[in-house]
């Protein structure tokens, strides 16, 4: 049985929002149907997306790291979703394992996003219902469009090559292989809903801070320090003057 889903390499994402922004163009004219977005960035924000990018810095300074984690649906081959649906908008597709939501049957009860652990579900406040990725389903199978664009937007868009897409039950796709080779791994397994959507994780960089760096004379830092700390009388101090 196939199983598409999209494959997030963390060690290479940039955290520029251009699969943001590429979904949420490509979707609002497609079959997704309009995406309020009526105060994003004020109080009490509103706006449906289907993919975010969460920022987070870990570690403890001067040895930190900016990790850039972009979410959405994860098209779990158990998805909690679709047996809670009191209607039967949520469904999973036999032929290529992707979720989604029939609008003609969601009643925006919300039910789907309470047994979502992750967080994929989006009420849409004007057509009140719910929302989420539909992994571009028009786009993937459009046979008018060249076959190296039938892939979602935000892959297409990733200045990075981040996201990867394809068929996880494929054991020789490309992204198959990746999942293998790289170590890569599922969102929260432990809650057993067999995420399809994987992601390949950050490869440890060790930061080091050398000590020449703070009194070598092409040090920004330091020449700011002497600029700042000139004597009056003209004289030069010398570099050990600032440790």
């Known amino acids: 049985m ?3 889903a999209l494959i997030i390499d963390l060690n290479v994402c940039v955290g520029c929002s251009a699969c943001v922004t590429s979904c949420k163009e490509w979707n609002t004219s497609g079959p997704a149907g309009f995406m309020s977005d009526d105060n994003p960035y004020q109080k009490d924000p509103t706006g449906t997306f289907f993919n975010r990018v969460q920022t987070y810095e870990v570690g403890e300074f001067p040895k930190t ?19 809670v649906c009191p209607t ?15 609008y003609d049957k969601c009643i925006g009860c919300k039910y789907c996003s309470w047994a979502c652990p992750y967080g994929a579900r989006e009420i849409d406040e004007h057509q009140k219902v719910m929302k989420k990725c539909t992994l571009c389903v028009d786009r993937i199978y459009d046979e008018s469009l060249p076959e190296s664009e039938r892939k979602p937007a935000c892959v297409l868009a990733c200045p990075t090559n981040a996201r990867l897409f394809g068929d996880v039950h494929d054991a020789h796709s490309d992204v198959s292989e990746l999942i293998r080779d790289a170590g890569g791994y599922q969102l929260m397994p432990e809650w057993g809903t067999k995420p399809s959507n994987h992601y ?14 703070l009194v070598r004379v092409d040090n920004p830092l330091n020449k700011e320090q002497k600029e700042h700390h ?3 009388d003209g004289s030069v101090l010398d570099d050990n003057s600032f440790i």
């Open 2 to 4: 196939t199983q598409l």
């Open 65 to 83: 790291e900016t990790v850039h984690f972009p979410k959405s649906c994860l098209h779990c081959e158990e998805p909690p979703c679709v047996p």
């Open 88 to 102: 039967g908008a949520s469904y999973k597709r036999e032929q290529d394992g992707i979720v989604l939501v029939d």
């Open 200 to 213: 390949l994780p950050r490869r440890k960089n060790k930061i080091t801070i050398h000590k020449d760096e």
């Open 230 to 232: 000139k004597p009056v």
